[in-house]
């Protein structure tokens, strides 16, 4: 399975702006999403965006703050992050394959990328 590939991270001051994308492999009939994983801590859900209303739903945390797109003939998903927090620091992951579990969002399988590094400081 060839693995998405996340880009767009960086190092950036608290209240700072930063776009993230994936070139989404995998079905492109599929919600998509993203994850993150800070150091020390399990890789958490940050948002989700449904085929074919691309419905976007977020994580409390990111609520407001993130924004979730797709662009269907390009295979990408973005993650436009502003008002960004120290406390989102983490690698970021792209999910190209959603599953619903009641209120969760979760991965329909275990085919991550290598991530993309997002630092926030204050």
């Known amino acids: 399975q060839v693995q998405p590939e996340e880009s767009g991270g960086g190092l950036v001051q608290a209240g700072g702006s930063l776009r993230l994308s994936c070139a989404a492999s995998g079905r492109t009939y599929a919600d998509k999403g993203w994850f993150r994983q800070a150091p020390g801590k399990g890789r958490e859900f940050v948002a989700a965006i449904t085929w074919p209303r691309s419905t976007p739903y977020y994580s409390k945390s990111v609520e407001g703050r993130f924004t979730i797109s797709r662009d269907n003939a390009k295979s990408m998903v973005y993650l436009q992050m502003n008002n960004l927090k120290p406390e989102d620091t983490a690698v970021y992951y792209c999910?190209?394959?959603?599953?619903?579990?009641?209120?969760?969002?979760?991965?329909?399988?275990?085919?991550w990328g290598q991530g993309t590094q997002v630092t926030v400081f204050s």
């Open positions: 999910a190209t394959e959603l599953r619903r579990d009641g209120t969760m969002w979760l991965p329909s399988h275990e085919n």
